[in-house]
T-cell receptor, first 109, second 113 residues
Framework: TQLLEQSPQFLSIQEGENLTVYCNSSSVFSSLQWYRQEPGEGPVLLVTVVTGGEVKKLKRLTFQFGDARKDSSLHITAAQPGDTGLYLCAGQGAQKLVFGQGTRLTINP | KAGVTQTPRYLIKTRGQQVTLSCSPISGHRSVSWYQQTPGQGLQFLFEYFSETQRNKGNFPGRFSGRQFSNSRSEMNVSTLELGDSALYLC????????????FGPGTRLTVT
C-alpha cells in the first residue's frame, strides 16, 4: 500500500515568516501534485512535479520533488494571511491518486 | 470554461436510507473520480470512471457504487447509509485516465443521522 505522510499536520505562524511543508513516502510516484483546500470547497491544484529533483516556483511558493521521486516539499516565503488553508500532497500511484493527510496552515496577521 | 459541478451541495439522510450524488465534469474531460473526505481519514479514493467503465476502485464496501454516462457525467450511490458515511464527497475530473492532474468540484456534504 502506497502511503504519503505530511508534516507538520498543523502549522500556525505570523505573517511574513517562511515555512516548509514536507510530504514523504517509501514508495516511488510517477508524479506528485500539491493542492490547497479552503473550508467548504474542493482542493485546488497548485502544481504537478514529474521529474526527480524538479523545482517549480509559483510566486512565493516553491515546490521540489525528491531525486528518488519519493518525497516532496513546499516552501512558502513571506507567508500572507491569504495562504491560510489545508495543503495536500498527492502522488500518482500504480492506478490511483494517493493523498497525504494534509497540513493545516494558519497565517496570523 | 465551467468547473466541476456537484449536486446537491448539502444533504441530510437517516441511517438505512440510500443517497445518489451527481457530478458534471469540466467540458472535454472524460475521466471522473470520486473521493470521500473525513477529518479522521483524510481524502480516500472511492472509484474512477472513464468512458462509462469503472477503471479502478478503492477499498470501500459494496454499498458504495457509481456509474458514468455517455456525456461523462457521473453519479455515485450509497445504499443502507451508516453514521460513519457522514463526510464530504468530492468529485474530480481529468482529461483522461492517464492525466495526473485532477480538478475537483466543491463537494457534497452528507450528514447521516
Amino acid at each position: 500500500t502506497q502511503l504519503l505522510e505530511q508534516s507538520p499536520q498543523f502549522l500556525s505562524i505570523q505573517e511574513g515568516e517562511n515555512l516548509t511543508v514536507y510530504c514523504n513516502s517509501s514508495s516511488v510516484f510517477s508524479s506528485l501534485q500539491w493542492y490547497r483546500q479552503e473550508p467548504g470547497e474542493g482542493p485546488v491544484l497548485l502544481v504537478t512535479v514529474v521529474t526527480g529533483g524538479e523545482v517549480k516556483k509559483l510566486k512565493r511558493l516553491t515546490f521540489q520533488f525528491g531525486d528518488a521521486r519519493k518525497d516532496s516539499s513546499l516552501h512558502i516565503t513571506a507567508a500572507q494571511p491569504g495562504d491560510t488553508g489545508l495543503y495536500l500532497c498527492a502522488g500518482q500511484g500504480a492506478q490511483k491518486l494517493v493523498f497525504g493527510q494534509g497540513t493545516r496552515l494558519t497565517i496570523n496577521p | 470554461k465551467a468547473g466541476v459541478t456537484q449536486t446537491p451541495r448539502y444533504l441530510i439522510k437517516t441511517r438505512g436510507q440510500q443517497v445518489t450524488l451527481s457530478c458534471s465534469p469540466i467540458s472535454g474531460h472524460r475521466s471522473v473520480s470520486w473521493y470521500q473526505q473525513t477529518p479522521g481519514q483524510g481524502l480516500q479514493f472511492l472509484f474512477e470512471y472513464f468512458s462509462e467503465t469503472q477503471r479502478n476502485k478503492g477499498n470501500f464496501p459494496g454499498r458504495f457504487s457509481g456509474r458514468q454516462f455517455s456525456n461523462s457525467r457521473s453519479e455515485m450511490n450509497v445504499s443502507t447509509l451508516e453514521l460513519g458515511d457522514s463526510a464530504l464527497y468530492l468529485c474530480a475530473s481529468s482529461l483522461d485516465w492517464t492525466s495526473p492532474e485532477q480538478y475537483f468540484g466543491p463537494g457534497t456534504r452528507l450528514t447521516v443521522t
